[in-house]
């Protein structure tokens, strides 16, 4: 059974802070891996998707990284703002459906 | 359209109500899926559709909880008497394919059972 593990659960940084945060998987054998984002009150908002051919993606100041054999992958936030506030989340397909992590929720204050 | 739509977007329910949960997928996109979010916690896969056939449904309990995608109208996610620990938050999506390369949540539906 696929099991994903977010690391910290949170996180407070001042603005303009570097930071990242950790996904780890149990079964290796998946296809892409996303982070989301997600807002009080509100849905998610896909960030990256990693197919497993890729080792990184990147969207303006936000990287993610995937390394399958060591079932991990990381989320790079440059130079932090508070509107990067929210719960960040992974997810791996298995089967149809997705397995998401238990989130890490960030804090930026200015 | 080109988002999810969820309504209502807050239900509050007396246990042992039914509660009646509604998703209008993006127009053109064939699998539908239901999540449950409870207490900001991990998300848990209920079930998906394609189209108005259950794709997967190994998430749903196998009491009280049913839904249905059918054609021309929006899919529906039913509870009948509700419990105390069905309140969450129920969100639906979205993908033009069953793997969730392509995949968009709604907003969710926030159901409180009192």
């Known amino acids: 059974k696929q099991e994903v593990t977010q690391i910290p659960a949170a996180l407070s940084v001042p603005e303009g802070e570097n930071l990242v945060l950790n996904c780890s998987f149990t079964?290796?054998?998946?296809?892409?891996l996303q982070w989301f984002r997600q807002d009080p009150g509100k849905g998610l908002t896909s960030l990256l998707l990693?197919?497993?051919?890729?080792r990184e993606q990147t969207s303006g100041r936000l990287n993610a990284s995937l390394d399958k054999s060591s079932g991990r992958s990381t989320l790079y936030i440059a130079a932090s703002q508070p509107g990067d506030s929210a719960t960040y989340l992974c997810a791996v397909p298995t089967g149809n459906m997705l397995t998401f992590g238990g989130g890490t929720r960030l804090m930026v204050k200015p | 359209g080109e988002e999810v739509a969820q309504t209502p977007k807050h239900l509050v329910r007396g246990e042992g109500q039914k509660a009646k949960l509604y998703c209008a997928p993006i127009k053109g996109h064939s699998y539908v899926f239901w999540y449950q979010q409870v207490l900001k916690n991990e998300f848990k896969f209920l079930i998906s559709?394609?189209?108005?056939?259950?794709?997967?449904e190994t998430g749903m309990p196998k009491e009280r909880f049913s839904a249905k995608c059918l054609p021309n109208s929006p899919c529906s996610l039913e509870i009948q008497a509700t419990k105390l620990e069905d309140s969450a938050v129920y969100f639906c999506?979205?993908?033009?394919?069953?793997?969730?390369?392509?995949?968009?949540f709604g907003e969710g539906s926030w159901l409180t059972v009192v």
């Open positions: 999506a979205s993908s033009q394919d069953s793997s969730g390369n392509t995949i968009y």
């Open positions: 079964d290796s054998a998946i296809y892409n």
């Open positions: 990693i197919q497993s051919s890729q």
């Open positions: 559709f394609q189209n108005e056939n259950v794709f997967d």
